[in-house]
């Protein structure tokens, strides 16, 4: 519970979500957020993002050299978010998950 009032916009948070997942329609699943507090109990947002499976993109080392692209696409989704969503009293905070993933382990703050 928040010990102070947060000031946001869900339906433009919502658009600009739906942007993101528009400029990647290949790469994203899609994207869900939380609006919580972080581990200081500063107000922040939890962004989900469940990326489509594709043909070696599962990584078991991080020094796979396909794990540059992987990591490349994760940076420039999280740079499209922060530029998409301008609120600068809430801390974005970023987890991706392979859609197949997801799947075996069926979390349901993923759905």
Not at 60 to 88: E, G, K, W
Request: glycine content about 2%.
């Amino acid at each position: 519970m928040f010990s102070v009032a947060v000031d946001y916009d869900k339906e433009q948070l919502d658009s600009a979500v739906a942007g993101i997942e528009k400029q990647f329609p290949t790469d994203i699943e899609y994207i869900r957020y939380t609006l919580d507090e972080d581990w200081t109990h500063d107000p922040a947002l939890f962004f989900r993002v469940l990326l489509k499976d594709r043909a070696g993109a599962q990584l078991d080392v991080f020094d796979d050299p396909r794990s540059q692209a992987v990591f490349s696409l994760c940076n420039r989704i999280m740079s499209d978010i922060r530029t998409a969503v301008r609120y600068t009293h809430l801390q974005p905070y970023f987890v991706f998950r392979w859609a197949s993933e997801q799947a075996k382990r069926c979390d349901p703050e993923w759905e």
